[in-house]
C-alpha cells in the first residue's frame, strides 16, 4: 500500500538551510503538499507541487521532486525562528490521503 | 471568513463515554476530512465527505460516526470512548480535492 517515510528531526542554526526529505513507495499521487504545523495550532498548506514538475520555488522555499528515486524534499532558504514548527509531506491516491509522520524542525538562534 | 472552526478545543472522557466533536467551514467547501493525529505516526483519515448527504470511510472509521446534512457541518461522532482514542482530531475541508483548509484541532483524552 501507499506509504511516505519521513525523518523526524531537523535542527538548524538561524540563517542556515534546511533541507526536510520524505520518501513515498507510490508514484500515482496527482499533487504532493507540504504542510506546517506550528506548535498548538492546526495544518497550514505551505505549498504543493504537481506530479509531472520537478521543481517548485515560492519565496524562500522550493520543493524537489524526483520521481525515479520517489523523493520529496522541502528546502527553507535563510531559516527563521519563526519557522520552528512540523512539517508534513502529503500525497493524495485516490480517495486514499496519506501524510507522513512530520518532520520536527528546530531553528536555534 | 471563520475558515474551518472545531469545537471543543480539549476534552476527558471516561471510557464508555459519548461524545461529539463539532466542526464547520463558512467556506462553502463540497470536501470536508476527519483526521486523528497520534504522535510519530502522522495524519490518519477517519472520515470525509464530498457533499451534504454523502459520507465515506477512510483509513480508521473504526468506533466512530459521521453525518453531513449540511454543507457547512461535519460533526464526528464517539459512541463508546476507548483509552485508544485518545489522540489530537483535526477537521479540513476543500473545494475539491487537493488544498485542505484545517481547523484548530481537538484534544481528546479517554481515561
Known amino acids: 500500500g501507499e506509504d511516505v517515510e519521513q525523518s523526524l528531526f531537523l535542527s538548524v542554526r538561524e540563517g542556515d538551510s534546511s533541507v526536510i526529505n520524505c520518501t513515498y513507495t507510490?508514484?500515482?499521487?496527482?499533487?504532493l503538499y507540504w504542510y506546517k504545523q506550528e506548535p498548538g495550532a492546526g495544518l497550514q498548506l505551505l505549498t504543493y507541487?504537481?506530479?509531472?514538475?520537478d521543481m517548485k520555488q515560492d519565496q524562500r522555499l522550493t520543493v524537489l521532486l524526483n520521481k525515479k528515486d520517489k523523493h520529496l524534499s522541502l528546502r527553507i532558504a535563510d531559516t527563521q525562528t519563526g519557522d520552528s514548527a512540523i512539517y508534513f509531506c502529503f500525497g493524495e491516491y485516490g480517495n486514499k490521503l496519506v501524510f507522513g509522520a512530520g518532520t520536527i524542525l528546530r531553528v536555534k538562534s | 471568513n471563520a475558515g474551518v472552526t472545531q469545537t471543543p478545543k480539549f476534552r476527558i472522557l471516561k471510557i464508555g463515554q459519548s461524545m461529539t466533536l463539532q466542526c464547520a467551514q463558512d467556506m462553502n467547501h463540497n470536501y470536508m476530512y476527519w483526521y486523528r493525529q497520534d504522535p510519530g505516526m502522522g495524519l490518519k483519515l477517519i472520515y470525509y465527505s464530498v457533499g451534504a448527504g454523502i459520507t465515506d470511510k477512510g483509513e480508521v472509521p473504526n468506533g466512530y460516526n459521521v453525518s453531513r446534512s449540511t454543507t457547512e457541518d461535519f460533526p464526528l461522532r464517539l459512541e463508546l470512548a476507548a483509552p485508544s482514542q485518545t489522540s489530537v482530531y483535526f477537521c479540513?475541508?476543500?473545494?475539491?480535492?487537493?488544498?485542505?483548509?484545517f481547523g484548530p484541532g481537538t484534544r481528546l483524552t479517554v481515561l
Open positions: 479540513a475541508s476543500s473545494y475539491s480535492e487537493g488544498e485542505q483548509y
Open positions: 507541487i504537481f506530479s509531472n514538475m
Open positions: 507510490d508514484s500515482s499521487s496527482t499533487y
